[in-house]
Nanobody, 125 residues
Framework: QVQLVESGGGLVQAGGSLRLSCAFS????????MGWFRQAPGKEREFVSR????????YYADSVKGRFTISKDNAKNTAYLQMNSLKPEDTAVYYC??????????????????WGQGTQVTVSS
């Protein structure tokens, strides 16, 4: 069973930065596409970003484009989400997810096979 463990969340002022990490429990990490989603209180879970298994192609939600950067280190079995210029509206629980042998943009939560438990990000104004 694959396990994903997020870390790096916390409280930060608007304009600040955080780096989220997602540790993958198996050596097969390099064969998985990775995604980040977030869920704010009272709202549905929404797509943030995703990266293909090779670490090449990335895709971002318009709301974070230019501020967030997704990456994955296949040697460390870890995916990252660097978040800069944070805004109060970025406040949410952030989840990483893994997908194997899926096609399409991978912007829907149903396309992912495994999920982490989430890490809280709070941005104060």
């Amino acid at each position: 069973q694959v396990q994903l463990v997020e870390s790096g969340g916390g409280l930060v002022q608007a304009g600040g930065s955080l780096r989220l990490s997602c540790a993958f429990s198996r050596r097969t990490f390099s064969t998985y596409d990775m995604g980040w989603f977030r869920q704010a209180p009272g709202k549905e879970r929404e797509f943030v970003s995703r990266i293909r298994w090779s670490g090449g192609t990335t895709y971002y939600a318009d709301s974070v484009k230019g501020r967030f950067t997704i990456s994955k280190d296949n040697a460390k079995n870890t995916a990252y989400l660097q978040m800069n210029s944070l805004k109060p509206e970025d406040t949410a629980v952030y989840y990483c997810a893994a997908a194997k042998e899926r096609f399409g943009p991978l912007t829907g939560s149903s396309q992912y096979d495994y999920w982490g438990q989430g890490t809280q990000v709070t941005v104060s104004s």
